[in-house]
């Protein structure tokens, strides 16, 4: 069984940073594709990066602009989404998820979904 933790959100101001990390248990973490999406109300779940257990990586170039960076560490189970130059237009829960092996940039095809972590950008 799978389970995803994701932490590292909070409330900051405009062009500031902040890091999430998710932390995933269970055995065979290398062998998933890690996703990052976002929700806000009244608006469907957003990708925003994704990427696979051989590092190959995605990322949503509407939203994130150059502005993110998605990794993973394996020796931890982790994986971040460092977000940069933040605009209160990016506030919404985060979530972290994750399938077998390839990435995926359609939300319908992720099996394990963590609770999610709120950031809020004041202006």
């Known amino acids: 069984q799978v389970q995803l933790v994701e932490s590292g959100g909070g409330l900051v101001q405009t062009g500031d940073s902040l890091r999430l990390s998710c932390a995933a248990s269970g055995r065979g973490f290398y062998t998933y594709a890690m996703g990052w999406f976002r929700q806000v109300p009244g608006k469907e779940r957003e990708f925003l990066a994704a990427?696979?257990?051989?590092?190959?990586?995605?990322y949503q170039t509407d939203s994130v602009k150059g502005r993110f960076t998605i990794s993973r560490d394996n020796a931890k189970n982790t994986v971040a989404l460092q977000m940069n130059s933040l605009k209160p237009e990016d506030t919404a829960v985060y979530y972290c998820a994750a399938r077998k092996w390839n990435y995926s940039l359609d939300k319908a095809e992720y099996d394990y979904w963590g609770q999610g972590t709120q950031v809020t950008i004041s202006s």
């Open positions: 990427i696979s257990w051989q590092n190959r990586i995605a």
